[in-house]
């Protein structure tokens, strides 16, 4: 037997994974889990100089020619409202906590971790954090990049690093930090997970990748873009401050912390392993595909859709389609569109549990079997939006955005037709006659017919999203999936499957929730000798590892997808 630890942290939560290998299946147990989300601070002062340009925010920021920046010229102090960042020593906590339980109940033979993309600590000259890292949900990343692409002509910038335009890629923070005085004293940067490898190892790598969702990679060459930092240091002043990149599978150092003895089963300090360290590449390396012939959907807090290549497509078709090349495990690229995802949902419980509803969690359980009754329940394709629309961003209010977003779909004719209208819901009747369920009550003002409404559009937007993004992505790759994997969380969602295969015409296999986990796994598990053999070989495992459900096309749900698509039109994602 062999025990590797899975750290893997997600936008709303983090969790400490223990996997335990036979020779021929993982099985994984949670060591700890810990809430994780952007924390909303008031803002900093902000450099003085030119405004925002077309942003529309009042916000300002560091002109190219005066204000603030790396020369620590004086700064003013402009109020910028609430910005986001990360409570990065809650999360050391949490994983620390993780790591003394795995250790309690085993030796712990490596380590990988795992996080989402973009964000960064940076470090003083002593190796230091300079307060929390910055979220990518704070406006600052627009600020960014309107600056950078005032500029920069974006085909030749996608020529080179291959990234789908995203206002919070890191290049973009980058050139936002000149505005904020911790620039001054910054001389290290590390994303995320290699911040935390680093407090574990002492080692300061940059794993590649999440490195190449940072935009400082050359896709092609998988290395820092030395003409990108050139331009970054000539144009802004913007040192290059992320170490070297480390491979997937590749050994970062030893676990080394104070207090806290990990051991492996020959009694040599645990490594940590730089695995697929973006928690996409970590969890396309777990898909259970048999063949190289499959799209995937990575369905968490962000929906990530795409296929797996040998080399990127730096197409001016896959610029313009805003297609995304971020790199992957053993040499391959993620060719991918990346979508709003669970976050959607997720902000709308929260606002209803905070309003008292039991249903979305106010107790702190989110009763999902009834929601998901409820969602099923209700009409198909009613209302519909666009799940890339930059107001779905920001945390808080989400409900009501989601309201002001949708347009009535091919279902809200069924709807009217039937009196069912949620806009004037009825409040004399019950919570049966509501189609709440029993036990689902109105007391918090919540009511079950519109909250079910909500989420039911929210599943068919997301499924029409991932239609428009499998298509495209075929149409750009020259590629023709025989199947899509749905992992993660929303492989859960049994309506949000179903129809992703209705509307695509593809089989969808469900599962396993945990690729990330498992992927995380397997590559450590390789480094240190215990599995062997290709990706796929890798894959043999994860199948062997996980429970799938496949979902067939419904060939009568066909003209309904096609009807919706034609619907939001052309002003929707990918269409």
Request: aromatic share 6%; with cysteine; glycine share 12%.
């Amino acid at each position: 037997m062999t025990t590797v630890v899975a750290i893997d942290l997600g936008a709303s939560s983090g969790r400490v994974l223990r996997g335990v290998f036979d020779g021929e299946r993982l099985a994984i147990e949670e060591c700890s889990r810990f809430p994780n989300g952007p924390v909303g601070l008031p803002g900093p002062a902000r450099a003085g100089g030119a405004g925002a340009g077309g942003s529309g925010s009042g916000e300002s920021r560091a002109g190219t020619s005066g204000g603030a920046g790396a020369d620590g010229s004086a700064r003013s102090r402009d109020e910028v409202g609430v910005v986001y960042e990360w409570d990065i020593l809650a999360l050391w906590r949490g994983i620390l906590d993780g790591l003394r339980e795995a250790s309690l109940r085993g030796t712990v033979d490596a380590i990988g971790i795992d996080t989402w993309a973009v964000d960064y600590g940076l470090l003083d000259e002593d190796g230091r954090l300079i307060g929390n890292p910055a979220s990518y949900r704070s406006a600052r990343c627009g600020l960014g990049a309107s600056e950078v692409l005032d500029r920069w002509d974006s085909s030749w910038l996608y020529a080179r690093n291959g990234l789908q335009f995203q206002p919070f890629n890191t290049l973009f923070q980058r050139v936002a930090d000149r505005a904020e005085a911790r620039a001054d004293s910054a001389r290290t940067a590390l994303l995320i997970p290699d911040l935390l490898a680093y407090w574990l190892t002492g080692q300061a790598r940059s794993e590649l990748t999440n490195a190449s969702t940072t935009g400082l990679v050359n896709a092609a060459g998988r290395d820092w873009d030395p003409e990108i930092l050139k331009r970054l240091r000539d144009d802004f002043g913007v040192e290059h401050m992320f170490p070297s990149i480390i491979s997937p599978g590749e050994v970062i150092g030893e676990a080394r912390v104070e207090g806290l003895d990990l051991r492996t089963s020959t009694g040599e300090r645990t490594p940590v392993v730089a695995v697929g360290s973006h928690d996409t590449a970590s969890a396309v390396a777990g898909v259970p595909a048999r063949t190289g012939s499959f799209a995937y959907i990575s369905s968490g807090t962000w929906s990530l859709v795409g296929t797996e290549l040998s080399a990127p497509v730096l197409s001016d078709e896959a610029r313009a389609a805003n297609f995304t090349n971020e790199l992957g495990v053993d040499g391959t690229v993620r060719f991918l569109a990346n979508i709003m995802g669970m976050w959607v949902q997720q902000e709308c419980l929260r606002e209803w549990a905070a309003l008292g509803d039991e249903a979305s969690g106010a107790s702190g359980r989110v009763d999902w079997p009834l929601l998901d009754a409820q969602t099923e329940a209700a009409q198909p394709a009613r209302y519909l939006l666009d799940m890339s629309s930059p107001e779905l961003m920001a945390p808080g209010a989400m409900v009501e955005r989601v309201r002001s977003l949708w347009i009535p779909g091919p279902g809200s004719s069924s709807a009217a037709s039937s009196g069912d209208d949620s806009s004037s819901v009825d409040d004399s009747s019950s919570p049966d006659e509501a189609g709440a369920g029993s036990g689902d009550q109105q007391a918090s003002g919540v009511d079950p017919t519109e909250r079910a409404t909500v989420l039911r559009a929210i599943t068919d937007s997301l499924a029409l999203a991932y239609r428009r993004a499998i298509r495209r992505t075929s149409e750009l790759s020259g590629t023709r999936p025989e199947a899509i994997h749905l992992v993660g969380g929303g492989s859960k969602n049994r309506l949000l499957a179903q129809e992703t295969a209705d509307a695509t015409g593809i089989p969808v296999i469900a599962g396993p929730v945990e690729a990330t986990a498992l992927g995380n796994m397997l590559i450590s598990l390789r480094a240190i000798g215990a599995a062997s053999g290709t990706l796929m070989d890798l894959r043999a495992i994860s199948r062997a590892s996980s429970a799938l459900l496949t979902y067939e096309p419904r060939a009568s749900h066909a003209p309904l997808w096609d009807e919706a698509d034609a619907l939001l039109g052309s002003g929707g994602a990918l269409s």
